[in-house]
């Protein structure tokens, strides 16, 4: 039995050779009454005149595509079983077994008929394939000419490059914090206060970080530290703090600390660390575990050695006097040395060379005899 490609490939093949055999060629009459085709704008891009060429062709190649599209959905309708049985009876009287060999036999015999066959098959398999995705939009989807309303002035070459342009954005928004700093931070000083140190309820120390002029991911960040030994604990209660914090537990400055930017405002890290520290002391006072057989790991911490001087060398009282006694000896010595114009002023050498080379140059220059140019007693 017959399939229905085939059958519609060669009915577009006999529907295209009559249609090519049925132009007959007009008289000369009509031929020289026919208007000239119009001509294409004239465009120095090749960009541009390529897009006319392609548009040119899409719509030369319009009207084939939709007419092999109608016919294919015709005879997907009309090609029943039924209709192609009857067919493939009828191609056995031709001493064919199926209507498409009837046909393909019939089509060889017939001048040109592979070149044509060949394009009709790749213009089924475009339309069967449909248009390919444009990969340069996003979704491989042809880009929407209403969408783009952007209307783009032409560029005069007048105009400075990007990275000038961010330097003066740098610029105006330093000026703009040198205009803050000088008329608006002196109206601050009404709201300063005293510094109070912190009450022994006042035990957790929150530090902050804010980028100014600019939103950083590092902002929502809160840090928290406190050291066990300002909690109402006891030495037990302490111990197991300690090693409930693990490496959060700084052993040579005895304070723990914590943070958090797990959540995207910094009231929302601060009330997580304070709810956190509040679950660790709860943990503490629990009397159940004391984890007193539990030892206090530190392997983690490493301690880095700073040489600080050695006490040896600190200046001690008896050194200092002595130092005094050393040079007080030293200008009095320079003092009478001085006295009988043994001590070497090296201010006065200098001034005193420079002086005689000074005058060496006046003696040379005076020294020196003009000669006369040639020919000056001629003239006279």
């Given at each position: 039995m017959a399939s229905t490609s085939p059958a519609a490939r060669l009915c577009a093949l006999v529907c295209r050779r009559v249609s090519s055999s049925?132009?007959?060629?007009?008289?000369?009459?009509?031929?020289?009454?026919?208007?000239?085709a119009p001509r294409a704008p004239f465009s120095s891009?090749?960009?541009?005149?390529?897009?006319?060429?392609?548009?040119?062709?899409?719509?030369?190649?319009?009207?084939?595509r939709v007419e092999l599209t109608r016919m294919n959905q015709a005879i997907a309708e009309l090609a029943t079983p039924q209709r192609l049985q009857q067919l493939d009876e009828v191609a056995k009287q031709y001493g064919h077994n199926t209507i498409d060999e009837y046909l393909a036999a019939t089509l060889?015999?017939?001048?040109?008929?592979?070149?044509?066959?060949?394009?009709?098959?790749?213009?089924?398999?475009?339309?069967?394939?449909?248009?390919r995705p444009n990969k340069t939009s996003f979704w491989y989807d042809e880009d929407d000419p209403e969408c783009?309303?952007?209307?783009?002035?032409?560029?005069?070459?007048?105009?400075?490059?990007?990275?000038?342009?961010?330097?003066?954005?740098?610029?105006?928004?330093?000026?703009q914090y040198a205009r803050l700093a000088v008329w608006e931070m002196?109206?601050?000083?009404?709201?300063?206060?005293?510094?109070?140190?912190?009450?022994?309820?006042?035990?957790?120390?929150?530090?902050?970080?804010?980028?100014?002029?600019?939103?950083?991911?590092?902002?929502?960040?809160?840090?928290v530290q406190f050291c066990p030994s300002?909690?109402?604990?006891?030495?037990?209660?302490?111990?197991k703090l300690k090693?409930?914090?693990?490496?959060?537990?700084?052993?040579?400055?005895?304070?723990?600390?914590m943070s958090s930017n797990s959540y995207e405002h910094q009231a929302q890290n601060k009330q997580h660390l304070s709810e956190l520290v509040e679950k660790l002391i709860a943990a503490a006072k629990d009397p159940t575990d004391t984890f007193e057989d539990v030892p206090l790991d530190q392997r983690y911490y490493k301690a880095v050695h700073k040489p600080r001087f050695p006490k040896e060398w600190r200046m001690t009282e008896e050194r200092r006097l002595e130092l005094e006694?050393?040079?007080?000896?030293?200008?009095?010595?320079?003092?009478?040395r001085e006295e009988k114009g043994l001590l070497v002023n090296g201010a006065k050498k200098i001034d005193e060379y420079m002086t005689q080379k000074l005058t060496e140059e006046l003696r040379k220059q005076q020294s020196e005899v003009k000669v006369p140019a040639r020919g000056s007693r001629a003239r006279r």
């Amino acid at each position: 039995m017959a399939s229905t490609s085939p059958a519609a490939r060669l009915c577009a093949l006999v529907c295209r050779r009559v249609s090519s055999s049925a132009h007959q060629p007009l008289p000369r009459a009509q031929r020289l009454c026919r208007p000239a085709a119009p001509r294409a704008p004239f465009s120095s891009c090749a960009p541009a005149r390529k897009r006319q060429r392609e548009a040119a062709a899409d719509d030369e190649d319009a009207p084939q595509r939709v007419e092999l599209t109608r016919m294919n959905q015709a005879i997907a309708e009309l090609a029943t079983p039924q209709r192609l049985q009857q067919l493939d009876e009828v191609a056995k009287q031709y001493g064919h077994n199926t209507i498409d060999e009837y046909l393909a036999a019939t089509l060889e015999n017939t001048p040109g008929w592979a070149s044509e066959e060949r394009e009709v098959d790749e213009q089924m398999a475009k339309i069967m394939q449909g248009e390919r995705p444009n990969k340069t939009s996003f979704w491989y989807d042809e880009d929407d000419p209403e969408c783009n309303t952007e209307e783009l002035e032409d560029f005069d070459e007048d105009d400075m490059t990007s990275m000038a342009h961010a330097r003066l954005e740098e610029i105006r928004e330093m000026r703009q914090y040198a205009r803050l700093a000088v008329w608006e931070m002196p109206l601050l000083a009404k709201f300063a206060k005293p510094f109070e140190r912190p009450t022994k309820e006042q035990v957790l120390r929150w530090r902050y970080t804010t980028f100014m002029g600019e939103e950083h991911p590092a902002e929502c960040k809160v840090v928290v530290q406190f050291c066990p030994s300002d909690l109402d604990l006891t030495p037990v209660q302490i111990s197991k703090l300690k090693k409930l914090a693990g490496t959060r537990f700084d052993p040579a400055k005895n304070v723990i600390k914590m943070s958090s930017n797990s959540y995207e405002h910094q009231a929302q890290n601060k009330q997580h660390l304070s709810e956190l520290v509040e679950k660790l002391i709860a943990a503490a006072k629990d009397p159940t575990d004391t984890f007193e057989d539990v030892p206090l790991d530190q392997r983690y911490y490493k301690a880095v050695h700073k040489p600080r001087f050695p006490k040896e060398w600190r200046m001690t009282e008896e050194r200092r006097l002595e130092l005094e006694e050393y040079r007080r000896l030293a200008e009095v010595e320079d003092k009478e040395r001085e006295e009988k114009g043994l001590l070497v002023n090296g201010a006065k050498k200098i001034d005193e060379y420079m002086t005689q080379k000074l005058t060496e140059e006046l003696r040379k220059q005076q020294s020196e005899v003009k000669v006369p140019a040639r020919g000056s007693r001629a003239r006279r």
